[in-house]
């Protein structure tokens, strides 16, 4: 529905970065949808600490030759590696070959949540090794069989000399569920922190918030949207679109609520669940002779 101009998340950063304090954190890594300025502001907000802060972005670019997007976490960043990335975000592999050149963290995020056959297994695991030495291996708003598919593919890429290393990260798009899962590493700073994640001394842990989780934090943020929106607190830029989004959404509102809502969720775990198994089913039978080494 982004006719309507909805947000992901209605969190500010500052209130994030309290979340994940108080849910033990030591660093906080705020990763917006192609965005730097929440995570730039909050190094100068009078209750953050700034060298607790990792300024990254959560990349949504594409493999052009079968159109198929992908969230690419770039961590350690500044706002012109913001504005480089967003040029090269039609082309991954432009985003990686710049990450690389800059010696910044990239990390192949939920790398099967997009993916339902645009080419066969085979060539998408050659892509994801060859351009990607780390992947979100636990992801806390996905489903479980799906950041299994995912620890499997690591572990038996390390089984045959592929250095794949695992992170975690809450993927929250509520206070609630900052904190949730994470990755733990060395370091008692963030350059520190970051390093010994580059060279895979780190693993993830956390919590997932299943179905009825994902589906409670839907309706939270769709209730936040119509709250805003009828309170005059709307996304739309210009009077035009604020009357546009009243009316889209207004008309919109019978189905925002209840088994629409749930339906869509429901049906996007059971694909997610569909292509795990596959994943899971057919790792062990992968050509991995024709598989190349990731760049280190």
Not at 30 to 45: K, N, P, S, Y
Not at 140 to 163: D, F, K, P, Y
Not at 234 to 241: F, L, N, S, Y
């Amino acid at each position: 529905m982004r006719f309507v101009h909805p947000r992901d998340s209605y969190v500010e950063p500052v209130d994030a970065y309290r979340a994940a304090r108080r849910a033990g954190m030591d660093l906080v890594a705020i990763t917006d949808h192609d965005a730097v300025e929440g995570a730039l502001g909050l190094m100068h907000h009078p209750e953050v600490e700034p060298e607790r802060i990792i300024v990254g972005e959560e990349v949504e670019c594409t493999f052009p030759e079968t159109g198929q997007w992908v969230h690419v976490n770039v961590l350690g960043l500044m706002e012109a590696d913001h504005h480089e990335l967003r040029r090269r975000r039609d082309d991954v592999r432009a985003v990686v070959e710049y990450c690389q050149g800059r010696g910044l963290l990239h990390v192949l995020n939920h790398p099967f949540q997009s993916y339902f056959g645009q080419k066969p297994l085979q060539a998408y695991i050659e892509d994801i090794l060859a351009l990607f030495t780390h992947v979100e291996g636990f992801n806390g708003g996905v489903t479980l069989l799906q950041n299994r598919a995912v620890g499997a593919l690591c572990r038996e890429a390390g089984a045959r000399g592929h250095r794949l290393t695992q992170v975690g990260g809450s993927d929250a798009h509520l206070a609630g569920r900052v904190g949730a899962a994470w990755t733990e590493a060395a370091g008692d700073t963030a350059a520190a922190f970051l390093e010994e994640v580059k060279a895979g001394r780190c693993h993830p842990g956390g919590t997932i918030g299943g179905t009825w989780g994902l589906f409670a934090d839907v309706q939270s943020i769709i209730a936040t949207y119509y709250g805003r929106l009828y309170t005059g607190r709307g996304e739309g830029g210009t009077a035009w679109d604020s009357a546009s989004d009243l009316l889209g959404a207004t008309l919109c509102l019978p189905a925002a609520f209840g088994p629409f809502p749930l339906a869509v969720v429901a049906a996007n775990q059971i694909r997610q669940k569909c292509i795990s198994r596959a994943v899971l089913t057919r790792l062990p039978g992968l050509n991995w002779n024709r598989i190349q080494a990731p760049a280190l």
